[in-house]
């Protein structure tokens, strides 16, 4: 279970209604077939191995007595097995009956759990006392549904069981076990196949697992059970946290995934809804720490959506985000333009589109945007006309300030050699630009609108009180694939066929800072030459400053997600220099300027991502040389 990963399934086997000794063959085979696929932890549906349409026949000595044999023939299949199983069953007590979920590991039924909520069906609810169950040989204790199976291997897996109707309470006992540290709850259900069964429990497992930081693992009764009232479909699925992993609705149902406990176990830090540490003395299970072979899918974009379809709307919201930001700023500063530095990138290109759109949403002309374009020693005659062109077709009023004259006077100033290319070469370029920037803001009652973006601040490629401050930043909160999504959505929208050309062409240039003197009029200097592809720097971000992911894990990911991209040696060599990057450049985050976060994270040094700026990366390049 290396890196928290462990491998859960439901199933919904095909069984015959109160023929329990078919049933337990059935639940025997699904056993042994999810053990061969490494999984940890298997779920059937509540009264597995009966079915949960027997009406009156639960109550029938035949039926109960049936069921009791099958459960000791199925939990002794299980000897020699490291997986957790729960399989549900009729259970009767002297007078009583009940639903329960039987916990079996390893040849033993672990505890019966009954369930809670009985409304007016044949089953009673639990009594107050404890009583025990004679299964086979062994006595068994009936135990309440408060209980957690704790993995010995992995202390971040503790496993929560809840039985049908349960789920429907208004405090069902998986919300209470959760906050006592349930990290996986497993869902045994009872309902029918109906139009929208399946939408609406795709719909619950998402949002009770998003609420509630966990997994959920749900089986529903299978094709096997009688047509007399309901039909049944046997939808098996797995959600965790908010995201649907694995489903499945057919004959013999089975959906199986890896949970990610650390992950969870991150989420729920700091938050006061959760037990600080979880009593796991009762019931623990698993003891063979082996690594879990991943079958989900690890996606190259983790700050997109995973479906072309929801991209389009998920674009038009980071929009709207960066133009309500911008607007309540103008209007708060009683400003009615924007200064934008436009440099032909994909960056500044969103900037000035943003700016655009903003000042007509305020009612106010496209020209009161203006767009200036300032050439000095490393920019490209390609860089400089697609930012004109998109500029002027916004209808912005474009300026061409010309730089170098005034950087040469100031290299005389400080006695700067003009062939020394070292980084004050670069970053006199790039603060000269601000200077001219924030001056023509003040002069025409406006706003410099800064165009550094997320993933920039995050590896501090930008130059200190350069292009790194501004008086606003709509792209602050933005990836640089979150910024290319969006130009590439406008650019695929636009009317404007001079206007698309344009940002296709923006899309297709390499990422430069255009610092450095250029040969031919090629772009040299190129940013991912120097700190890595972006789209791998944003993975990066996400899985160590989003989920909390240690280095090597974060490495194991990208491995699977760009095996057809990058070899091993580069993933681990750009994620070295971007764990550096991190520690070294937070002096560039601590003092950021205002902009709107579009999603959950940003380095803002007052809401956001907060570390010291002298705070050594050692441990994380330790932690990455020892385990990848």
């Known amino acids: 279970m290396k890196d928290g990963f462990v491998k859960v399934a439901a199933a919904a086997p095909v069984i015959r209604v109160a023929d329990a000794e078919y049933n337990a063959g059935r639940v025997i085979e699904w056993i042994r077939a999810a053990h061969a696929q490494g999984v940890k932890v298997l779920a059937f549906p509540e009264l597995t191995l009966t079915g949960v349409s027997c009406y009156d026949l639960y109550g029938h000595r035949v039926v109960l007595e049936g069921a009791k044999k099958a459960l000791a023939r199925v939990a002794k299949a299980t000897e020699g097995l490291d997986m957790l199983c729960f399989v549900g069953l009729p259970l009767s007590v002297g007078s009583r009956v009940y639903s329960a979920a039987a916990a079996l590991y390893d040849g033993e039924v672990l505890a019966l759990i009954p369930r809670e909520r009985v409304d007016q ?91 509630w930081k966990a997994a959920v693992l749900l089986a529903a009764p299978g094709k096997g059970e009688s047509s007399t009232d309901f039909v049944y479909s046997g939808l098996c699925l797995l959600a965790e946290n908010g995201k649907l992993l694995a489903a499945a609705e057919c004959e013999d149902s089975f959906a199986v995934s890896e949970v990610d406990a650390q992950y969870l176990t991150n989420l729920r830090r700091g938050c006061p809804d959760f037990e600080a540490e979880a009593d796991c003395s009762e019931y623990v299970w698993g003891e063979a720490a082996v690594e879990t072979v991943l079958t989900r899918k690890f996606f190259l974009h983790p700050h997109l959506p995973e479906t072309a379809a929801a991209l389009p709307a998920y674009c038009e919201r980071m929009l709207d985000i960066q133009v309500s930001g911008l607007v309540k700023r103008m209007e708060y500063a009683h400003l009615d333009h924007c200064v934008v530095g436009i440099s032909g990138g994909v960056d500044s290109t969103l900037c000035v589109i943003v700016c655009a759109m903003a000042v007509r949403k305020m009612g106010l002309p496209s020209t009161n945007v203006v767009a200036c374009t300032l050439p000095c020693f490393g920019t490209s005659s390609r860089t400089k006309s697609n930012a004109i062109v998109v500029a002027e077709q916004l209808g912005c009023e474009v300026r061409v300030i010309d730089i170098g004259k005034s950087v040469y006077q100031h290299f005389d100033d400080i006695g700067h050699a003009h062939d020394d290319y070292s980084v004050a070469y670069e970053n006199a370029q790039a603060r000269e630009r601000t200077q001219v920037l924030m001056d023509i803001a003040n002069k025409v009652n406006g706003l410099d609108v800064g165009t550094e973006d997320l993933s920039e601040f995050i590896d501090g490629w930008c130059t200190y009180n350069g292009d790194h401050t501004s008086m606003y930043d709509v ?50 200097q190129k940013s991912e030459e120097a700190v890595g592809s972006y789209s791998l720097q944003d993975f990066f971000t996400h899985g160590i400053l989003v989920c909390g992911f240690t280095p090597s894990k974060t490495l194991r990911l990208a491995k699977l997600a760009y095996a057809n991209e990058f070899t091993d040696e580069e993933l681990k060599r750009w994620l070295t220099s971007w764990c550096r990057r991190l520690f070294s450049q937070q002096f560039k985050r601590s003092c950021l300027m205002d902009g709107p976060a579009v999603q959950a994270f940003t380095v803002s040094p007052r809401v956001g991502f907060q570390m010291p700026s002298d705070g050594e990366a050692a441990l994380f390049l330790a932690e990455l040389e020892e385990n990848a």
């Not at 399946?198 to 949002?207: H, V």
Request: with cysteine.
């Open 475 to 524: 792209n602050l909160g933005l990836t640089k694939t979150q910024v290319r999504a969006n130009v590439r959505h406008i650019a695929e929208t636009t009317g404007d066929r001079i206007l698309k050309a344009a940002l296709f062409d923006v899309l297709d240039c390499p990422v430069t800072p255009e610092l450095l003197p250029i040969h031919d009029d090629q772009i040299e």
């Open 121 to 211: 069906s044949p089953f009673s609810a639990p009594a107050a006392d404890s009583r025990s169950v004679r299964i086979g040989d062994a006595d068994v204790l009936l135990d309440s549904c408060g209980s957690l199976f704790c993995c010995e291997a992995l202390p971040e897996l503790k496993v929560a069981v809840e039985l049908g109707a349960d789920r429907d309470a208004v405090d069902p006992p998986a919300q209470r076990l959760v906050r006592a540290g349930a990290t996986l709850v497993v869902q045994m259900a009872a309902f029918p196949e109906t139009v929208s069964s399946r939408e609406d429990a795709e719909l619950q497992a998402r949002c009770e697992s998003k609420r």
